[in-house]
């Protein structure tokens, strides 16, 4: 098995894996608590329409929302973004009909069968800070052939292999699957990338700086499906989640932010400063954006990873689909100098991006056990 050509130092290696499993971060903002800040506390809707203009100025105005956005709540709604209605409407259908698959259809895709943790994830497989959820899943992620740019030839896998790990259902127990999730996975990698050149404008670099680190993204996307819990929970985020009411714990994303789109039912709610939670709405036909790990070390902490949890309060289904979006496996995360003021140092030690990703992952399965152990994965060159 060929590796993936990466980064020199091994040091990385142990700094990503000590820097994924820690959770200082999330313990420190969880127990945080003040009041300064939340009532100026909003996740902002921005009009990408402008974004989409020959005009630097326009883009620059788009980039110059997202700034403010990044470094308050790290959460913004995005609409006239450019994907289809059907489009949107079709991703939602599907995984409807993917959770009505009967478990034994299920069970073939079960994601302890993959290396990567892709397929069918059933609610008591995986946890966030040993919280029971009730969620249940289907994850995927990138193949060229999804890819509407093409890719270029050089993806590889987070064990380094080549080849599409993906594990899809039969065709003749869903028909048209394949289609319109692809589809959908297609059209949101353009926008992702898209964005990214937004995000660049936001932290005044140039247009194309992240352009060279996405020729092969990771993005893992998810089809989710949260059912409403037997003893619904009082309809005020203030009161206390039990046990059979949780649908995805307390976390932060890991990669460079992140594209959701939802049915209508309620249920992302974000951590507030004062460490109440935030019930965000539901916009039709929007995606909710939140920064997530990659561009808050980028950016020294300027822009926010901010703590989000999923709680299902009503007596509806909830679906939802988020895109995990990623730079290329072998690239390594580390501070910009753009964003440290004068004498200041990195909060953030490098890492990989891969590593990071993938022990990330591992911890959130039932006893940490994981999906790979990748001592080696990214060590050494050889691509």
Not at 31 to 47: E, L, M, N, R, Y
Not at 64 to 79: E, L, P, R, V
Not at 122 to 147: H, I, M, R, W
Not at 233 to 239: K, R, W
Request: hydrophobic share 35%; with cysteine.
């Amino acid at each position: 098995m060929t590796a993936i050509a990466t980064h020199p130092s091994p040091t990385i290696d142990s700094i990503t894996k000590q820097e994924a499993r820690s959770t200082a971060y999330l313990e420190s903002r969880l127990a945080a608590k003040s009041t300064a800040t939340d009532s100026d506390f909003k996740i902002p809707v921005i009009d990408l329409s402008p974004s989409f203009s020959p005009s630097l100025q326009d883009r620059q105005s788009v980039a110059d929302q997202i700034n403010t956005a990044c470094t308050t709540s790290g959460f913004f709604y995005i609409t006239h973004h450019g994907i289809p209605d059907s489009t949107l409407q079709s991703v939602l259908r599907q995984a409807e009909r993917f959770f009505e698959l009967d478990t034994t259809k299920k069970e073939v895709m079960h994601i302890k069968k993959s290396k990567y943790g892709y397929g069918w994830e059933p609610s008591e497989y995986t946890s966030q800070a040993g919280q029971v959820e009730t969620k249940e899943g289907f994850n995927f992620g990138y193949e060229a052939g999804l890819d509407r740019s093409g890719g270029d030839g050089k993806y590889r896998n987070l064990d380094g292999s080549t080849g599409d790990a993906n594990v899809w259902p039969k065709e003749e127990d869903l028909p048209g699957f394949y289609k319109n999730v692809g589809a959908y996975y297609g059209a949101v990698l353009d926008l992702a990338r898209h964005l990214f050149r937004l995000f660049a404008l936001s932290l005044h670099l140039p247009e194309n700086h992240f352009d060279s680190m996405i020729t092969h993204p990771g993005g893992i996307a998810r089809l989710l499906y949260y059912p409403p819990p037997q003893t619904p929970p009082i309809s005020i985020p203030s009161a206390p989640v039990m046990d059979g009411q949780l649908g995805l714990g307390a976390h932060t994303d890991y990669e460079c932010f992140t594209l959701l789109l939802s049915s209508s039912t309620a249920g992302l709610e974000v951590l507030k400063p004062s460490g109440h939670w935030h019930v965000t709405s539901h916009i039709p036909s929007a995606f909710i954006v939140n920064v997530a790990d990659f561009l808050m070390r980028w950016t020294n902490g300027v822009y926010k990873s901010t703590v989000h949890r999923v709680v299902n309060r009503s007596t509806q289904p909830r679906y939802s689909v988020p895109f995990f979006f990623s730079i290329n496996y072998e690239e390594v995360v580390e501070t910009l100098p753009t964003c440290l003021k004068d004498g200041e140092t990195p909060k953030y030690k490098p890492i990989g991006a891969g590593e990071y990703i993938l022990e990330r992952l591992n911890a959130t399965t039932n006893g940490g056990e994981g999906f790979l152990d990748n001592k080696d994965v990214f060590a050494k060159d050889g691509m």
